[in-house]
């Protein structure tokens, strides 16, 4: 990850890329990942902060170990073949604003879009997801 500050050093800026690699060889499965991510973080008036994040993820796994028994596993109604070799490709984008009260309240709406396109049909989604939140730190 690289950050850059902004904003008067109120905010800032972040690029990202990951490369991940698990080779259990027969314990869980054998995947790589590979995936680039941006955020921003930036002031608004009234005290508000607005972050934008977004990633984009490829995954590459096969799954002949940890789906080896029974021939098939049901996933929400969807096959999964033993040994299928299965492709990823994940979008990830969200929009948060957000707000503190004194030292302990924060309140914080949240808009998140997710795509998942994927070669086994009970993993490829895409949803929308509204959140709100209200915490208290001590």
Not at 108 to 131: E, G, L
């Amino acid at each position: 990850d690289q950050y850059v500050l902004l904003f008067d050093k109120r905010g800032y800026a972040r690029a990202g890329l990951a490369f991940e690699r698990d080779l259990t060889q027969g314990e869980e499965y054998d995947s790589s990942f590979f995936s680039l991510s941006a955020e921003l973080l930036a002031p608004l008036p009234g005290d508000v902060f607005l972050r934008v994040q977004g990633e984009q993820l490829w995954g590459d796994y096969d799954n002949t170990s940890i789906y080896s028994r029974p021939a098939f596993l049901f996933y929400f109604g969807s096959p999964i073949r033993v040994g299928e070799h299965q492709r990823q490709k994940l979008t990830e984008a969200s929009a948060t604003l957000s707000r503190d009260f004194g030292s302990h309240w924060t309140l914080a709406t949240r808009y998140t879009y997710y795509v998942n396109q994927s070669t086994v049909d009970a993993f490829d989604y895409n949803r929308s997801i509204y959140s709100l939140f209200a915490s208290y730190r001590f």
